[in-house]
């Protein structure tokens, strides 16, 4: 039955999905599929009504599709002339399932949407992600310019941008921005004061000061405002060359020249924590030893839900307990080897009260210098001292054994070979990563061979679409991509080499489009992309299959027989080519006999599957036996 004539939809707007493309606000294209309206938002995502028909009852249903790029990640089962709220399933998608709903009011829609990108954009902004909210925002200032002009909240976002812009220390954006806000609203104070911040940040103090005594003379009594103004002051003065008078700056309002008369109340220091927010907070305390109480770092100012502030409030004081953890650590190795030290030098008072002989001493912890054949240390020939026990000192033998047994302790390690001969530490070190590196190299060696033999170099993975492979290879840790060499030799054959080692070289399975390879390496993983030359022909594997081997006698080599493939591979290698990635999905006409058989084959036994019956199921799993055996 032919459906109704479609009411009237302005927009639809999809909200809390997991594939953040998909969010967003739909606008009708002005086409019409199955008598449905085409909706489409601004990452090109379309929402669609499609048809299904039934190969049981030859009837056809209707479903609601929502995709991008020819692939659908969400879609809903009805006979709606407009697509229905709930009942949404994952397709590809991330998950959460969208909220879909329909709106007679583009304006109102619009407005809707773009707020909902402005709390995402905030929310990432407190997490500290000032690039991803400022995408947010910018979605929701592309939905209000195109379809809710004189929308208010357009001042808010320009200026949250801003304030995105001025973290990232984007001064010109930032600036932009802010203008773009005043243009809305002239009297946004937040705009104005994220102007002087970025024309401070250009160095542009004659026009920041302009901008805060905007700020000043529609809010005399604005704090921040004064406060920034103090700060601009500073500046031009420290700028100015000695023995010339200052230059002239726009005048101030009345009454504002002396600030330190402004009262110290709970409320002026509230105002002033957030002008340090505002400026950069570490910058205001870079020489301050004393430590800011949770409940007064900048966040708590932001007006955010009690759930974030808690959340940051057990972050700072992790944060805090680790640093100071690490300060205990540090002084602990100083003192321990602080008493070490004196141990050594208690040692040397013992061997001069026993008259034992005396060792050079050495002023300071570099090591002993290098005595020529004719030189002798001088102490051989001094006359001995009485031992006092304030210049006691260690030798540099001792000093050597220290800083073998405590390297880790001392600030700095040796870079030569100490009296006794021995690696120092700091070579010590380069041996060591010397032999790491070697025993990486052998190891990636015996890696990549077995990579070659296992399964003649098969792929780690190995999918398919209807008109590309893709392949993927797991490769030993140290491989670059100068390492790698791809080449397929007319199509018919390919080499993959790993450090000259070929992991794969042999014939394929099919023929392939020889100059479209693309490969890539990524996290340790080599993926290969290879074009088919014949569409939507099913590959079993990406080499050919291996020929038995017979011995001396004729007779034919159990290890070298191929493995058959099971019904179950065989059907999912052919669901996994008709639901591939490539962006196109073959048609049953374009299909060869064999791909057809297949396809009829398999429809019979999910249907036989489906209903119970047990007979034609038996037939059904026949025909797939027959059909599935080809080898791997």
């Known amino acids: 039955m032919a459906p109704e004539a479609s009411p009237a939809c302005a927009a639809i707007l999809v909200t809390g999905a997991g594939s953040d493309d998909v969010n967003g606000l739909y606008v009708p294209t002005g086409r019409k599929w199955h008598e449905a309206e085409i909706f489409e938002n601004d990452k090109l995502c379309m929402l669609s009504r499609e048809p299904h028909k039934s190969q049981k009852t030859g009837l056809t249903s209707y479903g609601w599709i929502l995709g991008q790029d020819r692939k659908p990640m969400y879609a809903v089962q009805s006979e709606e002339i407009l697509p229905p709220k ?42 500290r992600s000032y690039k991803e909210a400022a995408t947010k925002w910018s979605r929701a200032l592309s939905t209000l310019e195109k379809y809710c002009s004189d929308s208010q909240v357009r001042a808010t976002l320009y200026a949250n941008r801003a304030e995105s812009n001025i973290r990232m220390e984007r001064w010109e954006e930032a600036l932009l921005d802010c203008e773009a806000a005043l243009v809305t609203k002239p009297s946004h104070d937040k705009a104005l004061l994220r102007a002087a911040v970025a024309l401070r940040g250009l160095k542009r103090y004659g026009d920041a000061i302009g901008m805060v005594q905007r700020c000043l003379e529609l809010e005399p009594s604005h704090y921040d405002a004064k406060m920034l103004m103090q700060d601009l002051d500073r500046l031009v003065t420290s700028e100015q060359p000695s023995g010339r008078p200052a230059a002239s700056k726009p005048q101030r309002l009345r009454g504002d020249a002396n600030l330190s008369s402004i009262p110290r109340d709970a409320r002026d220091m509230n105002h002033q924590k957030g002008l340090e927010a505002f400026e950069g907070y570490s910058q205001m305390r870079e020489n301050s030893t004393e430590e800011v109480p949770i409940s007064d770092l900048p966040y708590h100012k932001m007006g955010l839900p009690q759930e974030q502030l808690d959340l940051m409030d057990s972050f700072f004081r992790e944060l805090r307990a680790n640093k100071k953890q690490q300060a205990k650590s540090q002084r602990q190795e100083l003192a321990e080897y602080e008493l070490v030290k004196n141990e050594y030098r208690e040692r040397a008072l013992e061997d001069q009260a026993l008259g034992r002989a005396p060792t050079p001493m050495l002023e300071s912890y570099e090591e002993a210098p290098a005595l020529k054949d004719d030189e002798l240390p001088l102490t051989l020939t001094a006359p001995k001292k009485p031992v006092e026990t304030d210049n006691i000192q260690i030798s540099a033998d001792e000093k050597k054994e220290i800083d073998d047994l405590f390297a880790n302790f001392k600030p700095k390690a040796s870079k030569s070979l100490g009296p006794s001969g021995r690696r120092s530490r700091f070579q010590q070190i380069i041996h060591e ?3 790491e590196a070697s025993v990486a190299e052998i190891r990636a060696m015996e890696e990549l061979k077995k990579l070659q033999r296992t399964r003649r170099g098969e792929p780690t993975r190995f999918e ?12 030993p840790a140290g491989i670059s991509a100068k390492d790698i060499k791809v080449s397929g030799s007319g199509g018919e054959w390919l080499t993959v080499s790993v450090r ?35 569409r939507s022909k099913l590959w079993d594997q990406l080499g050919s ?6 011995d001396a006698s004729g007779k034919v080599i159990p290890s070298t027989i191929p493995e058959p493939m099971s019904i179950n591979d065989r059907l999912a290698k052919f669901r996994q080519m008709v639901t591939g990635d490539d962006g196109e999905e073959p048609r049953y006409e374009d299909l060869n006999d064999q791909s057809k058989q297949l396809v009829d ?19 059904a799993e026949h025909d797939l036996e027959e059909l599935g055996r080809v080898v791997v």
Not at 512 to 532: H, Q, V
Request: hydrophobic content about 45%; proline content about 3%; glycine content about 6%.
């Open 601 to 619: 084959a398999m429809r019979r036994f999910e249907h036989a599957r489906a209903t119970g019956d047990h007979n034609a199921l038996a037939l």
């Open 86 to 127: 709930s009942g949404w399933k994952k397709f590809t998608g991330q998950v959460p399932i969208p909220a879909v709903d329909p709106s007679d009011s583009l304006k109102a829609a619009a407005e809707t949407a773009a707020l909902a990108f402005k709390d995402q954009g905030n929310a990432l902004f407190t997490a």
């Open 464 to 475: 398919q679409a209807a008109g590309e492979l893709y392949c993927w290879w797991s490769l």
């Open 500 to 534: 000259d080692v070929p992991i794969f070289d042999r014939q394929l399975f099919h023929q392939i489009k020889g100059d479209d390879i693309i490969w890539s390496l990524d996290a340790g993983e080599l993926s290969l992309t290879l074009t088919k030359r014949e």
């Open 433 to 435: 990563e010397e032999e």
């Open 545 to 550: 299959v291996s020929e038995m081997q017979r």
